[in-house]
């Protein structure tokens, strides 16, 4: 039996098949899990109302871009938070629209001063790469969550071996100091947001980055595996036993994951084994699991997969199927409000100096 699968939000179709993304067989796990993601192209995306930010050459010498969206109160000479909203796979930075972030950008405040109203959003853009995930959602825009050495001092050599930074995450790195250096940003709240595969990436991203103050992200498959990644690894805050582990450099980070209990291709078990394993290597989790209606319950839904695993053969009925793409589809407006809540609750903690750069 076929079965509907999307994680690009609304490209989905009836798919069966392999979802490597490559016809060649993969490379052996390493101790970041899978080989750099084949680049496909740059992306260059439309920000509408927004300043387009770039280009800045990644190390596979692509043009990167992002997206900036500036509220009214900017320039008041006073420093505002900043949002970092990484958008879904198949889709640019321009897609934030579909949520009501921007929205609230010039109401709400993120700090303790009822006041200080207004925040910046950051929407860096992702590049065209092959992906885990299923056709065909297997290729496109998007972020490279397979390959995860995210290690805040950059490069890292292993033995013989230099194990170069994630494109992804030095790109982000890159557009976080370039607006951080324009004297504009609180420092102390910078936070991450994203969906489906932004949310994957965002998490992934915040437990290694320790400028990150807290992530509030939507609807994330587990950035540390899922679907049919063959290289799954296990996070822990210390180093890695082996190449099944892999260690996060800010465990104190606070997250915030809400995601439905019927989502796609059986992503609410695998998002509860995510919770439990951050959980167990220090990070706080906010696990927040919304029904059908956008409201918290405290399960996930049966007939919507229950491998935590969320493998490409999902356990998920076709109606289970169909109600989780329609959940995955639309971003949770009625919970944006608690996300931003969570950002102004999690400032950054004052931590030692690690010697690495932001």
């Known amino acids: 039996m076929k079965r509907i699968i999307c994680l690009g939000v609304v490209a989905c179709l009836f798919s069966c098949g392999s979802a490597t993304g490559d016809s060649a067989a993969p490379a052996a796990c390493g101790p970041f899990g899978d080989p750099s993601a084949a680049v496909i192209s740059q992306v260059k995306p439309n920000c509408g109302a927004g ?45 934030i629209t579909q949520t009501n972030i921007l929205d609230l950008q010039n ?10 109203v207004g925040y910046i959003v950051l929407a860096p853009e992702g590049r065209k790469t092959t992906h885990y995930y299923p056709f065909p959602d297997n290729t496109g825009v998007g972020w490279d ?47 991450v947001s994203g969906w489906s595969n932004g949310a994957a990436m965002g998490l992934l991203y915040a437990v290694n980055r320790p400028n990150i103050a807290a992530a509030a992200v ?9 679907f049919d990644d063959p290289c799954q690894q296990r996070p822990v805050a210390g180093p890695p036993g082996n190449n ?38 220090g990070v706080v989790v906010d696990d927040v699991i919304l029904d059908n209606h956008h409201r918290r319950v405290y399960s996930c839904t049966d007939s919507c997969g229950t491998d935590p695993k969320a493998p490409d053969k999902s356990t998920a009925s076709i ?13 949770p407006k009625e ?19 690690s010697g690495g750069r932001p």
């Open 51 to 95: 300043e387009l930010i770039g280009p800045w050459k990644d190390a596979d010498r692509i043009d990167r871009y992002a997206c900036l969206y500036q509220p009214k109160s900017a320039g008041a000479n006073r420093k505002l938070p900043m949002i970092v909203y990484l958008h879904p796979s198949l889709f640019s930075a321009g897609w």
């Open 218 to 226: 939507y609807s994330g498959p587990d950035p540390f595996g899922a």
């Open 107 to 116: 109401s709400v405040s993120l700090t303790d001063d009822p006041n200080n």
């Open 335 to 353: 919970s944006t409000t608690a996300m931003l809540d969570f950002f102004r609750q999690h400032p950054l903690k004052p931590a030692p100096a």
């Open 145 to 191: 969550n397979w390959y995860r050495q995210l290690n805040p001092s950059g490069d890292v050599k292993i033995g013989d071996i230099t194990w170069r930074e994630n494109a992804d995450a030095a790109a982000i790195d890159h557009f976080i100091a370039a607006e951080v250096a324009t004297g504009n940003v609180d420092g102390a709240r910078i936070y």
């Open 319 to 331: 109606m289970g199927s169909l109600i989780g793409l329609g959940n995955h589809m639309r971003w």
């Open 244 to 281: 099944t582990q892999l260690q996060i450099f800010n465990p104190a980070a606070r997250v915030m994951h809400i995601h439905n209990s019927c989502d796609v291709g059986g992503i609410c078990p695998n998002d509860e084994r995510l919770a439990t394993e951050l959980n167990a290597a």
